[in-house]
């Protein structure tokens, strides 16, 4: 069965600096990637999604990167945090096909001060 | 802007009871739906969806009605549980993209 993990579970971090978030699949081959930001009282915000490795599509102006340097591997990344990146971030992953059912991380809570 | 809405912030609905999770969009090009289950400190977990081809799919407990014309959905949970309060979000997709479109959630509490 396939699997996500997504690390660290809770980071706080101050202004200014770097940011490097982990997630990876398990289970699955040449799965389609994505990032979220969940912000306090809203829905979830698609930031970047990958169909492949060194492929990644950005939704959203922002102060974010991503990357996808192996198959099953993606990584969410900033080099100087800002106060409005605090949020709780999730990973999700999709089979191709046309029907796009995500699976979700646990999350990583994300508090910038 | 807001593709998928969620009018409902929260529901409260007793226990044995029905609850209804309403959800419009506006988005005429979605054509597949979704809905999700958040606890707190958790990643959402796929609860059930629809292809716009039909407009009722039942899994167990579990039922979505999808109505095309008013671009309106709706879950319904019978009988619902105490282990049914969580955030319930709504997504739609449309066939040529990745983007799910969420709604910002519906908070379900179910009372004893």
């Known amino acids: 069965s396939q699997t996500i993990h997504q690390w660290p579970a809770t980071l706080v971090q101050p202004v200014g600096s770097p940011l490097s978030l982990e997630c990876t699949v398990e289970g699955t081959s040449n799965p389609n990637l994505y990032w979220y930001r969940q912000a306090a009282g809203r829905g979830l915000q698609l930031l970047f999604y990958?169909?492949?490795?060194?492929?990644i599509s950005s939704e959203v102006p922002q102060n974010l990167s991503a990357s996808r340097p192996q198959d099953r591997q993606f990584i969410l990344s900033s080099k100087k945090l800002l106060l409005s990146d605090s949020g709780f971030y999730l990973c999700a992953w999709s089979a191709g096909g046309n029907l796009n059912i995500q699976y979700f991380g646990a999350g990583t809570r994300l508090s910038v001060l | 802007d807001q593709q998928v809405k969620q009018n409902s912030p929260s529901l409260s609905v007793q226990e044995g009871r029905i609850s209804i999770l309403n959800c419009d969009y506006t988005?005429?090009?979605?054509?597949?739906f979704l809905w999700y289950k958040k606890y707190p400190a958790e990643g959402p977990t796929f609860l059930i969806s629809?292809?716009?081809?039909?407009d009722k799919n039942e899994d167990g407990r579990f039922t979505v009605f999808l109505n095309k014309s008013a671009k309106h959905l709706s879950l319904h949970i019978v009988p619902s549980q105490p282990g049914d309060s969580a955030v319930y979000f709504c997504?739609?997709?449309?066939?040529?993209?990745?983007?799910?479109?969420f709604g910002k959630g519906t908070s379900l509490l179910v009372t004893p």
């Open positions: 629809i292809s716009s081809i039909k």
């Open positions: 988005n005429s090009m979605f054509d597949y």
């Open positions: 997504a739609a997709s449309a066939n040529s993209g990745y983007a799910l479109n």
């Open positions: 990958s169909v492949g490795i060194g492929q």
